[in-house]
């Protein structure tokens, strides 16, 4: 395999060119990306004399951005003459790590005039060295025998639809057999880093699902806050007497009805624990506790003391101030608005009496004229 050879920089590798097997097709591919001019530029890796290149590393090298392929088939045209079932294999060649021999391949189809597959994609997730990888599309008959093949470089493929003419084994183009797939490149991202590179691609959307988790999680919170109030108010319901601090020296001495000592709630536990501790007393001489039937209301000072109904009210408050000169806003334009259409129509009637006036006057000079030219005759 001549891929051997060029992974490691050699610049002249032999080759037997009177079979034309796989590694003769791969050499006739590797040479098109530059129409077979016979000379190709290594990468720059190879070639900076202050780095050392490991053709078996498997981790992304310095100053080289990894590479992600997806190929997916989606037709064929005009692959056989003959009847026969076809199916198309993909593989890659490149670094020992970027290589991928029989892994992809599509299901049989019994058409070989038009075939259509339109499977899952087949992705490459990690190319370490995109400038050394090459892609083999190649057909075969349902007896797996070769109908056609592509040798691609991955420098020189172009993302989207494309229609791949197909050539023999000797690298000579067929009639009308091609394939339509699907490429889509992309660079390598860990997946450590995935989110963080969907946030700098669209930070509107990523905004926006961190405020939604904050405020699924802020409700979550309330809601198990919730859940832990209605305990504590049965505790504080059950019935049972407030515990008042007791003295020390009346501490040492004090007992209950069964002659346990009284603990002393200056230093010891808090008011609740005891609460707690009693109830547990309660209940292992097996008293029952009354269970409250009446729930007195929530007093309504301690409901506006809350900070959520602070903020409520305040986001209210600040809607109502906004609304009002909103409507300030509306009432001055339809004000303004009026204003103009009244005095416009005041100026055309006004216009128009004047014109009235004048043609009256005009009438009645006409009247006297007439009326001196009849006294005169």
């Known amino acids: 395999m001549p891929q051997v050879f060029w992974n490691a920089g050699c610049q002249f590798v032999s080759l037997n060119f009177q079979t034309c097997d796989l590694p003769f097709q791969l050499h006739l591919g590797k040479f098109e ?103 083999r599309v190649a057909v075969f008959d349902d007896n797996n025998r070769l109908l056609g093949q592509r040798v691609l470089s991955l420098p020189g493929l172009l993302a989207g639809y494309r229609h791949i003419p197909l050539r023999n084994e000797f690298n000579q183009p067929l009639d009308f057999a091609s394939i339509f797939c699907y490429f889509d490149l992309a660079d390598y991202v860990p997946k450590a880093m995935s989110d963080f590179l969907d946030a700098l691609e669209n930070p509107i959307a990523y905004q926006s699902e961190q405020e939604k988790r904050a405020k699924l999680l802020e409700e979550m919170l309330d809601d198990e806050a919730e859940d832990h109030r209605p305990e504590a108010e049965e505790v504080e319901k059950a019935g049972h007497p407030e515990v008042s601090p007791v003295p020390e020296a009346e501490a040492a001495t004090a007992t209950d009805g069964n002659s346990s000592p009284v603990e002393d709630t200056t230093t010891g536990p808090d008011a609740y624990t005891l609460m707690r501790r009693s109830t547990s007393r309660a209940s292992s001489k097996d008293k029952e506790v009354p269970v409250p039937t009446e729930w007195d209301p929530e007093p309504v000072a301690r409901i506006k003391a809350t900070k959520q109904f602070q903020k409520l009210y305040k986001k209210n408050l600040k809607d109502f ?57």
């Open 321 to 377: 101030e906004l609304m009002k000169k909103k409507h300030a806003k509306a009432i001055f334009a339809v004000k303004k608005s009026h204003d103009k259409e009244l005095n416009k129509w005041k100026s055309s009637h006004k216009i128009a009496d004047e014109s009235k006036n004048a043609s009256a006057a005009e009438k009645l000079e006409e009247e006297l004229k007439k009326l001196t030219d009849r006294s005169e005759e």
């Open 33 to 135: 990306q530059n129409r077979q001019i016979g000379y190709l530029l290594k990468p720059l890796c190879m070639r900076s004399s202050d780095k050392d290149f490991d053709p078996f590393a498997e981790s992304p090298m310095e100053n080289i951005v990894a590479a992600s392929l997806q190929l997916k088939i989606l037709s064929g045209a005009m692959l056989s003459e003959r009847k026969c079932g076809v199916y198309v294999e993909v593989d890659m060649f490149g670094l020992p790590t970027d290589t991928v021999r029989r892994r992809f391949k599509t299901k049989i189809v019994p058409n070989p005039v038009n075939p259509v597959w339109d499977e899952e994609p087949f992705t490459f997730k990690k190319i370490v060295l995109p400038e050394l990888a090459m892609i």
